[in-house]
């Protein structure tokens, strides 16, 4: 296993982990706190939806996996090294980018959906942090994913059952 594949594997771990907090976050937005003891919640104000936080914690776990199993598939992969350098360093940046996208559409009034106001709130700047990363990274995935089928399938066509 290569470095940026290691480099990977421990990105996509630190993504997880931010998709944990996000579950915390989901808990203490449907209990309005922490239960230190049974019956008792300790308040902890929370910013954002219930929906915002199912979608933070769950995109963040199949980010994070999303990382991880690109990481480890890549030793299968055929590609020259400055596909495998976009591949590795472009998948870390998407998983990050989304996860900012999570955490900052559920405080931006428009979701982080656009640069502008849309149907669902006014911009903001948590909007625009929100946004820019994640529509670089929408485009991104797709080339990056295309580089990989097509690497894929190529070193498979060259072997035999």
């Known amino acids: 296993?290569?470095?940026?594949?290691?480099?990977?594997?421990?990105?996509g771990l630190l993504v997880l982990l931010v998709a944990m907090l996000a579950g915390f976050m989901l808990i203490f937005k449907l209990v309005g706190g922490l239960?230190?003891?049974?019956?008792?919640?300790?308040?902890?104000?929370?910013?954002?939806?219930?929906?915002?936080?199912?979608r933070a914690h769950s995109g963040g776990v199949?980010?994070?996996?999303?990382?991880?199993?690109?990481?480890?598939?890549?030793t299968h992969i055929p590609l020259n090294p400055s596909q495998l350098k976009l591949t590795a360093w472009g998948f870390i940046f998407?998983?990050?980018?989304?996860?900012?996208?999570?955490?900052?559409?559920?405080?931006?009034?428009?979701?982080?959906?656009?640069f502008g106001d849309n149907p669902l709130g006014e911009t903001d700047i948590y909007g625009v942090i929100g946004?820019?990363?994640g529509l670089?990274?929408?485009?991104?995935?797709?080339?990056?994913?295309?580089?990989?089928?097509?690497?894929?399938?190529?070193?498979?066509?060259?072997?035999?059952?």
């Open 136 to 161: 670089i990274a929408v485009f991104l995935i797709l080339y990056l994913l295309v580089i990989g089928a097509r690497g894929a399938f190529a070193a498979a066509k060259q072997e035999t059952d």
């Open 1 to 11: 296993m290569g470095r940026l594949q290691k480099i990977m594997i421990g990105h």
């Open 35 to 54: 239960e230190i003891w049974p019956g008792y919640i300790l308040p902890i104000p929370t910013f954002g939806t219930e929906a915002g936080w199912v």
């Open 62 to 74: 199949s980010n994070g996996l999303m990382v991880v199993v690109i990481g480890l598939a890549l």
């Open 131 to 133: 946004v820019a990363p």
């Open 94 to 114: 998407i998983a990050w980018a989304f996860t900012l996208f999570y955490w900052l559409g559920n405080i931006a009034g428009n979701r982080a959906l656009t």
